[in-house]
């Protein structure tokens, strides 16, 4: 059974920062390419930044520069540092695999950033 469990988010002012953690269980989580999306009400998910297996990193246009994802594969846990928070950035963020993304989708964690 494959669990992602999202936490770390919150309430913040603009410009503030906040640390998002993912927690997988049930999958080789080290051999796997992850992802951190995120959905805005009324918005589709969209994939903000991805890391692979070896670390290699990628980031969504909006996020780049802000956003730093990182991995530590002993602990099967994902992490994306966010800074320089803008008001656009509130939304429920979520982890899963990437490209392919499990069915098995977290809660999520809610991210609101005040103007």
């Known amino acids: 059974q494959v669990q992602l469990v999202e936490s770390g988010g919150g309430l913040v002012q603009a410009g503030g920062s906040l640390r998002l953690s993912c927690a997988a269980s049930?999958?080789?989580?080290?051999?796997?390419?992850m992802g951190w999306y995120r959905q805005a009400p009324g918005k589709q998910r969209d994939l903000v930044a991805r890391i692979t297996s070896g670390g290699i990193t990628n980031y969504a246009d909006s996020v780049k520069g802000r956003f730093t994802i990182s991995r530590d594969n002993a602990k099967n846990t994902m992490y994306l540092q966010m800074n320089s928070l803008k008001p656009e950035d509130t939304a429920v963020y979520y982890c899963?695999?990437?490209?392919?993304?499990?069915?098995?989708w977290g809660q999520g964690t809610q991210v609101t950033v005040s103007s």
């Open positions: 049930g999958i080789t989580f080290r051999l796997m390419t």
């Open positions: 899963n695999l990437f490209p392919r993304p499990f069915d098995s």
